[in-house]
């Protein structure tokens, strides 16, 4: 199981993870609500525990636009707050459990694992991608942006797919070689650079925002502008 915690005392997050590890969970980490945004939209989680009270964004704010993004891996809100409107606040934004600090680890394993039962008998294959103002649909082969639409050929599709699974990481040359074209990469070759070219001229260039950076020596990563 895949669990992502966010959290901004790092004593609390040293004890969860280490509780959920000798669980035989896989544990991930933010300090911060917009960097547990960005984990949680680029990560495969089976469970999401988030605080309420966090620098940058609170809980009830990252769930909402978890939400609107289309992410709904089933997410705990622990907060020192018991009151019912905040319970009720939490709920209306799209949380699916709300655990009151403090409370006992046994109670939070037993939640976590009903979460993530809950979570698997209600998952659908996800057919709808997006980032920012991009949204592709796996199943139509389309991708608009701005309400936009923008005319793909298979193989630019194939990797812009790729790189919006994969949006905020950083993918080497080499990565995107492997799985989008499936063969060994050739560094005699420029076809990935031609390729992020045609992605560029057809969803950057024509937009104000641009989406698609080069790390120079590293690769590629799909991000909004600093």
């Given at each position: 199981m895949k669990v992502l915690i966010l959290e901004d005392e790092v004593k609390t997050?040293?004890?969860?993870?280490?509780?959920?590890?000798?669980?035989?969970?896989?544990?991930?980490?933010?300090?911060?609500?917009?960097?547990?945004?960005?984990i949680a939209e680029a990560g495969n989680f089976d469970v999401i525990i988030s605080d309420v009270v966090m620098p940058k964004m609170t809980g009830f704010e990252l769930v909402k636009c978890l939400r609107d993004a289309g992410v709904r891996t089933p997410i705990l809100l622990l907060t020192a707050m018991g009151a019912t409107d905040d319970k009720v606040i939490g709920f209306e934004a799209g949380a699916d459990d709300y655990l009151v600090k403090p409370f006992e680890f046994k109670e939070l394993l037993v939640r976590i694992r009903a979460l993530a039962r809950r979570g698997k008998e209600g998952t659908l294959p996800k057919t709808i991608l997006s980032f920012s103002d991009l949204e592709m649909n796996l199943d139509a082969k389309t991708c608009?942006?701005?309400?936009?639409?923008?005319?793909?050929?298979?193989?630019?599709?194939?990797?812009?797919?790729?790189?919006i699974r994969n949006q905020a990481r950083v993918v080497s040359k080499v990565e995107i070689a492997e799985k989008v074209w499936d063969i060994n990469f050739d560094t005699g070759t420029n076809v990935i650079e031609v390729y992020v070219s045609y992605l560029r001229n057809k969803l950057d260039r024509p937009f104000d925002k641009k989406l698609i950076h080069t790390m120079f020596g590293l690769g590629y990563v799909l991000k909004e502008e600093d």
């Open positions: 997050v040293q004890s969860l993870k280490k509780g959920l590890e000798e669980h035989q969970m896989v544990v991930e980490y933010a300090y911060d609500g917009l960097s547990g945004k960005r608009h942006r701005s309400g936009k639409k923008v005319d793909l050929t298979p193989k630019e599709f194939a990797l812009m797919e790729y790189l």
